[in-house]
């Protein structure tokens, strides 16, 4: 299954190097794709952001806009989960605050490592601008003389 996400991050690796047009807003259409994506992660062994991921790159989206969106599809589907397994438990035998602190440090956790991820990718987008506009320079350089 690694390589089933390995395959799948490759590919958007590929289409991230394209030249091609992204989306501003993240529509129904995509929003379904990357669900649809999300859903194939529910099979042990695949990364769901992973695939989240190349679902928004495949539905032309801006990578920041897909980042944020793989997030909140993590809040649904963690809270959705734990308000499941907190309903199955007997409260008795347990105490709350150690599960509510791990989730209050997930949570935190996860919101930092999505905004880093998104500066991250806003970064890499201004090298990338700033190399080609270093690179045509050099060549209007080499050109004149």
């Given at each position: 299954m690694i390589i089933f996400t390995g395959i799948f991050l490759l590919y958007t690796f590929?289409?991230?190097?394209?030249?091609?047009h992204e989306k501003k807003t993240i529509d129904l259409k995509s929003a379904c794709t990357?669900?649809?994506f999300q859903a194939i992660a529910?099979?042990?062994g695949l990364s769901r952001s992973g695939l989240t991921l190349t679902g928004g790159i495949?539905?032309?989206n801006k990578i920041n806009n897909t980042l944020?969106?793989?997030f909140y599809l993590y809040l649904i589907a963690s809270f959705g989960a734990f308000i499941l397994e907190i309903t199955?438990?007997?409260?008795?035998?347990i105490e709350l605050?150690?599960?509510?602190?791990s989730c209050i440090a997930s949570f935190i956790t996860t919101l930092f490592s999505s905004k880093r991820a998104a500066f991250l990718a806003r970064i890499r987008a201004h090298q990338r601008r700033y190399i080609r506009e270093a690179r045509k320079s050099s060549l209007r350089e080499a050109e004149r003389g």
């Open positions: 590929l289409l991230l190097k394209l030249k091609r990357i669900g649809f529910l099979i042990p495949l539905s032309n944020k969106f793989s199955s438990i007997n409260l008795n035998n605050y150690p599960i509510i602190i």
